[in-house]
Structure formats: C-alpha cells, structure tokens
Nanobody
C-alpha cells in the first residue's frame, strides 16, 4: 500500500557494481522494514536483503552476503542496495518491498515496487 519505486538497474559485466535505489513515495510511518527481493528467470522469487526502519539491523541472503550492502537515508525516504562483485547468477529483476510487520518477517512484505532489471554478463 506504500508506493515504492526502484531504480538503478542495468547491464554490467561480472565483477562490476551497481547501486539500486528504492524511493518510498507514499505513507511510510508504519513501515518497519524495507527489503530487496529478486526474481531470476525460471527461479522462485528470493529474499536478498532487508533493513529495519531505523537502519539498526540488516539481514542478507547467503548468496549475496559479503557482496551486497543495504542502507537507508530516512531524510530522503530512500533505501539502497549496493551490489559489488556482481556475478552472472545475480541477474534478476530486483524488487523493493516494505513491511508493516514489527518483526520484519520475510514473509510479511506487502508493498512492492515495479522492479528493476539487473543483468550481469560473464
């Protein structure tokens, strides 16, 4: 129910980096966490990273741990996903999502952006 807009995707080579941005354009007062999910071709949508509303806690999927960093700027109502050392297997549509669940449980995200394509060539 909170409008989210992702940007920053593109076509890069393996080893390159990208920074995705997620802008919350509507009501954000009841958002407890903002996450990034990705949906690769012929694969299930997968959790990627999440950050709490205060920025005090972050969690990452094992596949991106050590390479991706999620951060936020609450003044700008922006959440970022810095992606370093990109691999071809990172290729996917990346979605920003928000949850009103105080526990920020992965299955409780109910506001979604439109997605931004990230393609990593070998």
């Amino acid at each position: 129910q909170v409008p989210l807009v992702e940007s920053g995707g593109g076509l890069v080579q393996a080893g390159d980096c990208l920074r995705l941005s997620c802008a919350a354009t509507g009501r954000t007062f009841d958002i407890y966490g903002t996450g990034w999910f990705r949906h690769a071709r012929r694969k299930e949508r997968a959790f990627t990273a999440v950050i709490t509303a205060t920025g005090g806690r972050t969690m990452y999927a094992d596949a991106v741990k050590g390479r991706f960093t999620v951060s936020r700027d609450n003044i700008k109502n922006m959440v970022y996903l810095q992606m370093d050392s990109l691999k071809p297997e990172d290729t996917a549509v990346y979605y920003c999502a928000a949850t009103r669940d105080p526990l920020v449980r992965i299955g409780m995200f109910d506001s979604w952006g439109q997605g931004t394509q990230v393609t990593v060539s070998s």
